[in-house]
């Protein structure tokens, strides 16, 4: 919900990272996986990485594993009550 109203935040999140990467070389170097198995990985389009843009507009969460640079972005973000805060 956004201010009481419902809110499609997927369908926003999705549309920003179709931005991010339109027409664009997505890197990423593998991490790890997390407890379903599943790839954890940092991508980067040229010089942006990806999940951070993600964590600074509200659009994703900082997993407890993540930079540090990911979880100060997300407090900061969340002070804020940006995006999903």
């Keep these: ?3 009481g109203e419902k809110w499609a935040c997927g369908r926003d ?3 920003l990272l179709a ?3 339109a027409g664009k070389t997505v890197d990423c170097i593998p ?3 997390d407890a379903y ?3 954890v990985a940092t991508c980067h389009v ?3 990485d990806v999940g951070g843009v993600m ?3 509200g659009y994703a969460i900082a997993l407890s594993n993540a930079s540090a640079d990911y979880h ?3 407090s900061r973000t969340k002070s804020y009550g940006m995006g999903i805060w």
């Design 1 to 3: 919900r956004n201010g």
């Design 13 to 15: 999140a999705a549309a």
């Design 19 to 21: 931005q991010l990467v």
């Design 31 to 33: 991490k790890g996986s």
């Design 37 to 39: 198995g599943r790839t």
């Design 46 to 48: 040229g010089q942006r």
């Design 55 to 57: 964590v600074r507009e």
């Design 72 to 74: 100060s972005a997300q």
